[in-house]
């Protein structure tokens, strides 16, 4: 799982967001067999494909393919 380091801007942010936010795994872990892995990523949900992030995503993604076998 892919998680970006920064919060919403305030105008998209409402209180399930924020509790949500407060977990690692974004709530996921009660839903699963086994925890995920969480690779973290800079910008929040709209800026992580920014340019300035977008390079870092690609390699993050990148990285999990590869341990995937994929």
Do not use: C, Y
């Not at 920064?6 to 509790?19: C, E, G, M, N, V």
């Not at 872990?29 to 992030?53: A, C, I, R, Y």
Request: glycine content about 4%; hydrophobic content about 35%.
């Amino acid at each position: 799982m892919i998680r970006s380091n920064d919060l919403q801007p305030d105008q998209l942010t409402d209180k399930k967001a924020i509790q949500i936010r407060e977990e690692h795994d974004l709530g996921w872990s009660k839903w699963l067999k086994n925890e995920p892995k969480v690779f973290d990523t800079p910008g929040d949900h709209l800026t992580m494909l920014n340019s300035q992030n977008v390079n870092t995503l690609a390699s993050t993604i990148n990285e999990i393919l590869m341990k995937s076998g994929a």
